[in-house]
């Protein structure tokens, strides 16, 4: 067996799913606003919630993740929706970076999804970029970045390991338009599904 992210496993861990999260590493979290957007538009047009709900399941499974995977994604979207709205607002002033460049502490918006919603996701998927040791352009504690090498096809060479390596981390927390961008349209959506993130919680 290979160790592929600390934790227990959960409906997220297996290849496919790994897989997935390396193929859309970077770019998640614009898919997932899409799927946000998409779940406001059909609310709008006065689809039935339960068509919406697996409209949003089926958005995430088009990206790669497996049927389980997409529930609990689903519901980690409409969680933080839900639970940081404030915190996540694109007019805060901490929304153009996700860390600050002096301390390199989170910003409000995430340390409120790590505190609120994070460990659910981990409970139940089981695997998440961080704890799977992927980089991402959010700044992480060393000691809560596992130095894994990632291959959802282990001895078959399908990737590359070094691709996914941690690397030292940088003297400047991380910052860019796009993550600005980016940032600011997901806490769009969490506004549009704030409404409706207890209801699904319930299901």
């Not at 592929?4 to 979290?29: I, K, M, P």
């Not at 390991?161 to 981390?169: I, K, L, M």
Request: glycine share 6%; hydrophobic share 35%; charged share 15%.
């Amino acid at each position: 067996a290979t160790v592929s992210h600390y934790g227990g496993c959960g409906v997220c861990s297996n290849a496919q799913d790994t897989a997935t999260l390396l193929e859309h590493n970077g770019d998640l979290e614009e898919l997932s606003y899409l799927c946000g957007v998409d779940f406001n538009l059909q609310r709008q047009e006065g689809l039935e919630s339960t068509t919406i709900f697996q409209n949003t399941i089926q958005c995430f499974e088009n990206m790669g993740f497996t049927s389980m995977c997409s529930v609990i994604r689903t519901q980690y979207l409409l969680a933080n929706a839900g639970a940081c709205r404030i915190q996540c607002a694109a007019d805060q002033p901490w929304a153009v970076t996700p860390n600050d460049p002096d301390t390199c502490e989170k910003n409000p918006c995430i340390q409120c999804t790590d505190t609120a919603t994070l460990q659910a996701l981990r409970a139940f998927a089981g695997r998440e970029q961080t704890v799977s040791g992927i980089i991402t352009n959010i700044a992480q504690p060393c000691d809560q970045f596992p130095p894994l090498n990632l291959d959802p096809c282990p001895g078959t060479g399908a990737l590359d390991d070094s691709t996914y390596a941690p690397s030292s981390p940088p003297n400047e927390a991380p910052s860019s338009s796009g993550f600005y961008l980016c940032h600011a349209r997901i806490a769009t959506a969490f506004t549009f599904l704030l409404s409706f993130g207890a209801v699904w919680l319930q299901l």
